[in-house]
């Protein structure tokens, strides 16, 4: 539990119990983590949500005809701002902790949290994550999305990129039907890039999230089945598998405080989006 307090499920007095309260009060008696009632959204936020979500798509879709070799990482900053304030909309990147720009840029090595700049200038054959959060009318999504530059990369290194794409779309077919947990997810991401020859990030994970930028719980990307969070229809959270082309260890840039890089420097990949959990499965909120 990393020294934090137990979630517990709470009832509502004088409520019937429901079948959602009838499974996580049993989930909890068996001594798995549960949700508190706080991380359940209701339909209105949950549509909130949704609406940040079409902007944050839009961002990485208007990307993509945008990003060419001869640009510079802070072109692509500038756009990200552009589009995000002609939409009504405020990137929740931008001065969160002190980071500086509207969006995170991370080239080849980098693995996330990379900074647009001026002097950072694309390739061909480079692979660059474009990660963004938008709040709208207080909602957040996030995802973030793979771009080879030119079109074409070495083999190995678009294997990487797919082989992550995938790892995301594991991940959300886990979670095809409500109470499973996040270690299920994680335990099924691990399996696949190990398969692969890949790694997996352990540093960093993906998080709740809709009313703050992040909330409980966390979704790692390793681990073991039936560990972790249960998760339960209105669960707002990310999945979000950065995997490695050599080992699975990463450090951050002292300079910057944020560039966080693989350790032998070999390529990294990410994919990322939003998810709703409903009584079907979930529902993904960013494309």
Known sequence: MNGKKKNRWTIIKGQELT???????????????????????????????????????????????KIHAG??????????????????????????????RSCC????????????????????????????????????????????????????????????????????EVCSKPYVYV??????????ARKNGFSVVRDLSGHGTGLQFHEDPDVDHYGHKGTGMLLVPGMVFTIEPMINMGTYEVFCDEEDGWTVVTEDELPSAQWEHTFVMTEHGVEVLTH
Not at 85 to 97: E, F, K, Q, V
Request: aromatic share 6%.
């Open 183 to 192: 270690g299920d997810i994680g335990n099924a991401i691990q399996k696949h």
């Open 105 to 172: 840029t991370s080239v080849n090595e980098v693995v996330c949290h990379g900074i647009p700049n001026e002097w950072e200038v694309l390739e061909d054959g480079d692979i660059i994550n474009v990660d963004c959060t938008t709040i709208l009318d207080g909602y957040y999504a996030d995802a973030s999305r793979m771009y080879v530059v030119g079109g074409r990369t070495a083999p190995q290194w678009q294997k990487l990129v797919d082989v992550a794409w995938e790892c995301l779309k594991i991940g959300e």
């Open 71 to 100: 640009m510079c990482t802070q072109d692509i900053d500038d756009l990200v701002a552009e589009y995000t304030a002609a939409h009504g909309a405020t990137s929740a990147c931008l001065g969160y902790d002190g980071f500086p």
């Open 19 to 65: 079948e959602m309260d009838r499974i996580i009060l049993a989930a909890q008696e068996r001594g798995k983590l549960v949700p508190t009632r706080s991380l359940i959204k209701t339909p209105e936020q949950i549509e909130g949500i949704r609406r940040a979500g079409v902007v944050n798509t839009g961002i990485l879709d208007m990307l993509t005809d």
